[in-house]
């Protein structure tokens, strides 16, 4: 059955969401992600070593805990919705290489695959998240010290 105008601007809408958070976590610019999730969101990023809670909470750690890595960028695809209404689901994937410092002037670049799980709502101001969970997909190259959870 061919998706009507309104499925069609949903998903580009909802994808754009999806790229918009890699961008603002790439620029560390991590104010704009208050255009990606609703304020009382939940986040959970245990599953590549991270945290879990609330937004704000979230947010804010967001900055120390990526202040470690001097480069990294999220690539993501695949991506696939659910839209029912003013509700949706969407699972992407997403290529995730970080550069770590070493000490002494030596770097090494880890590969991380993961999935992202997010629910989402159809808001006044457009689409949010209402819930983001990682999923480990593989750990490569990963130095002592950092911790991934096994996938």
Known sequence: MPLTLQQISDRLEIEQLIVDYANAIDRRDFDALDQVFTPDAYIDYRAMGGIDGQYPAVKAWLKPALDKFPGYSHLVGNITTRIEGDAATA????????????????TQVMFLGLWYADKLIRTPEGWRMTERVEENGYAHNVPGGIQVSEG
């Open 91 to 106: 699972r992407t994937l997403c290529f995730n290489p970080m550069t770590v410092n070493l000490g002494e002037n030596k």
